[in-house]
């Protein structure tokens, strides 16, 4: 079975740094593609950024409200997603998921979904 | 950003009823749209890839439909199990956005 755990989740004051990780196991994470949602609290869901597989490039996407502070990188040899968060804002508090993608070209989805991890910024 | 928008936002329904979800997209995303369920606490899961394509193990009271930018969730028959919010998103360009999600509340 896919599973999916994310840690690394934890209260941080605004402009500080923090290190997601996601440990996936039960499918070949070298050949996936890797993507980060997360979701306010009491919001709904809100695409972060994706990383692809090695073989397709290893490049990252990442949505504006966090273009140039938070970094998606992989560890293959780990089977380990990371998002590296830098100068962080209040409202980057939210529940972090990573998640699988699956499908072809443009018809992607987010096939498994991690628990989740609890990022809270306030001072 | 393609912006997607659901309605309704939220809806009372009774164990059985037929419930009917839109999603409407700020241009047309051919048919790369996907639906996912919100179940309170939880993680989502995915119903409903590629506008109508059933996700393994999903029960088949759900159903999607619609291409271009209008698109449709349908739960036959509602069960106990399917009161959560639920979300579509687009595949067709990034960033993908996601509706802001239809929370289906027992009657």
């Known amino acids: 079975d896919v599973q999916l755990v994310e840690s690394g989740g934890g209260l941080v004051k605004p402009g500080g740094s923090l290190r997601l990780s996601c440990a996936a196991s039960?499918?070949?994470?070298?050949?996936?593609?890797m993507s980060w949602v997360r979701q306010a609290p009491g919001k709904g869901l809100e695409w972060v950024g994706r990383i692809k597989s090695k073989t397709d490039g290893g490049t990252t996407d990442c949505a504006a409200p966090v273009k140039g502070r938070f970094t998606i990188s992989r560890d293959d040899s780990k089977n380990t997603l990371y998002l590296q968060m830098n100068s962080l804002k209040t409202e980057d508090t939210a529940v972090y998921y990573c998640?699988?993608?699956?499908?072809?070209?443009?018809?992607?989805?987010?096939?498994?979904w991690g628990q989740g991890t609890l990022v809270t910024v306030s001072s | 950003d393609i912006q997607m928008t659901q309605s309704p936002s939220s809806l009372s329904a009774s164990v059985g009823d037929r419930v009917t979800i839109t999603c409407r997209a700020s241009?047309?995303?051919?048919?790369?749209l996907n639906w996912y369920q919100q179940r309170p606490g939880k993680a989502p899961q995915l119903l409903i890839y590629a506008a109508s394509s059933l996700q393994s193990g999903v029960p088949s009271r759900f159903s999607g439909s619609g291409s271009g930018t209008d698109f449709t969730l349908t739960i036959s028959s509602l069960q106990p199990e399917d009161f959560a919010t639920y979300y579509c998103?687009?595949?067709?360009?990034?960033?993908?956005?996601f509706g802001q999600g239809t929370k289906v509340e027992i009657k």
């Open positions: 039960g499918f070949t994470f070298s050949n996936a593609w």
């Open positions: 998103q687009q595949s067709y360009s990034t960033p993908r956005t």
């Open positions: 241009q047309s995303i051919s048919s790369y």
């Open positions: 998640t699988t993608i699956r499908g072809v070209r443009l018809a992607e989805y987010f096939q498994h």
